[in-house]
């Protein structure tokens, strides 16, 4: 049964599924994409007790976070690439029974080492695992259907970012934060089982497709030495060889991967594409609001467990209506591009962040969170709703269809890299609060600045880069909730 269907065979592009069998698969690939979006954001209520009972510190800390988007990110093209050459089931199967292993590995992990190197297989494991089921929907709904189909699966990048930082309080306070890895297991194994039954085997590929494998792997190297000299800062200084080294190679290693993408056959990112206007305004506004999304998370949750003592599930809980705001900005800024065009709701959304973020640097030790911390985060969490929406937007709505596949996976590369890169960042700028037992909140404070700061920055730069005009084309008013 699990290959293919042989007693009604389909012509190429026909639908031969009965109805029932499409929207299960719908159901498990979403299910599967939940996991990997919920595992962005469930690991940062977890963070302290992570680095109380395996000893962590700060820098440690901080890629437990960033090394899962970062793989994550810096292959999802790669990962989209490989689809295409040895067929999305396989790609997705495979992909899935990995960030199924590596959760349990990073369940199972007796030290940060193990924890941080199954995080980097959960990331690579995702970036195979998204692309592909991507490509399943696109490949397995038509019409008005799809056009549902791919609606129920960009809400999931909202509501997935939401639930994780409550199921990691929950399951932190409750089983242990274990859980937030274990809880993957029996999804995982669930979903390898009953997929193949509904998804078609993949057809035979005659022709063979180049991949870019050193592209994809330079460009992420590139991006973990950024991290890695931006996290070194905090406790070293910007004038420090630990810091200026890596940073030095990472900017030579980006140079190497525009030379590289330039000379091969097939490209993972085209120059062309990267340089179109478009792109490169999507794939800022992206990296600015999730930046800024994960940083405050992570900020925020270090604030209330390390300083004010809450419990893991009392911080899940007063992150829920920030989530929600999340999602309640997205949906807005979906029915505003519409309206009145991109380049208004960007530069709107940006300067409403940066407002929620300077209302959140009046955080004390004494403080009230309710009062303080969380007004703050929903106005700003009402900010990064539209960003997102708008780089997705603008994006699709002004590049050639020919150049939708490589466009929209720039656009989540930079989705996933931007998280990497701000959590770095406030954690760096925060350096002097996040040693365990300080009380020191100057650290929270400078960190937080910064962020209004570059959010503030970020209106600016969108008022002149972002295109004007309304978007057109089939993709305005799909709020692209979190991704």
């Known amino acids: ?115 941080i190197a199954g995080r980097a297989a959960q990331g690579v494991g995702a ?93 992420t190297a590139a991006t973990a030495l950024l991290i890695y000299g931006l996290v070194n800062a905090g406790d070293a200084g910007w004038s420090a060889a630990e810091t200026l080294l890596p940073l030095g190679g990472a900017a030579i290693l980006y140079v190497v991967f525009v030379m590289v993408e330039r000379s091969v056959k097939a490209p993972l990112m085209r120059a062309e594409t990267l340089a179109r206007r478009p792109v490169i305004s999507g794939a800022f506004v992206m ?76 955080i004390s030790p004494e403080s009230n969170a309710y009062t303080t911390l969380l007004p703050g985060f929903i106005v700003a969490a009402v900010g990064i709703g539209p960003a997102f929406v708008t780089a997705t937007t603008t994006t699709m709505a002004n590049v050639p269809h020919s150049e939708a596949g490589v466009a929209s996976g720039v656009i989540t590369t930079f989705h996933e890299l931007g998280g990497s890169i701000g959590v770095a960042v406030v954690s760096t700028a925060a350096a002097a609060s996040l040693a365990p037992g300080t009380a020191d909140i100057g650290g929270f404070t400078a960190a937080l600045t910064a962020c209004a700061v570059i959010a503030a920055a970020a209106a600016a730069v969108a008022l002149g880069l972002v295109p004007p005009g309304k978007p057109s084309g089939s993709f305005v008013g799909h709020g692209h909730g979190g991704h």
């Open 1 to 115: 049964m699990s290959h293919g269907h042989p007693m009604h065979v389909a012509p190429p592009g026909t639908q031969a599924t009965p109805d029932s069998r499409g929207w299960t698969a719908l159901v498990l690939l979403c299910l599967a994409q939940f996991m990997l979006v919920v595992d962005i954001t469930v690991v940062q209520v977890a963070l302290p007790s992570i680095g109380g009972d395996l000893a962590l510190d700060r820098e440690a800390l901080t890629w437990v976070v960033t090394t899962y988007t970062l793989s994550f990110g810096g292959l999802m093209v790669l990962g989209g690439r490989l689809a295409d050459a040895f067929g999305a089931r396989r790609t997705l199967l495979a992909g899935l029974a990995l960030f199924t292993l590596a959760s349990l590995a990073c369940g199972l992990a007796p030290d940060g080492i193990v924890l």
């Open 127 to 219: 970036a195979l695992l998204s692309p592909s089921a991507m490509a399943i929907i696109t490949t397995t709904f038509h019409g008005p259907r799809r056009t549902r189909a791919l609606g129920v699966w960009a809400a999931i990048g909202g509501t997935g970012a939401a639930m994780g930082v409550l199921f990691g309080g929950v399951l932190t306070a409750g089983p242990g934060w274990e859980w937030v890895f274990f809880v993957n297991v029996p999804i995982g194994l669930l979903v390898l089982l009953v997929l193949p039954r509904v998804v078609h085997a993949d057809g035979s590929r005659p022709e063979r497709q180049r991949l870019d494998v050193p592209g994809a792997l330079i460009v």
């Open 287 to 362: 990296l600015i609001a999730t930046g800024l999304m994960l940083a405050l998370f992570f900020l925020s949750s270090l604030y209330l467990q390390q300083v004010l003592g809450f419990s893991a599930l009392q911080t899940g809980l007063l992150f829920l209506p920030v989530a929600i705001a999340i999602t309640i900005g997205a949906q807005l800024g979906g029915h505003l591009i519409g309206k009145i065009g991109g380049r208004p709701v960007a530069v709107a959304a940006f300067l409403l962040t940066a407002a929620g973020v300077a209302l959140m640097t009046r």
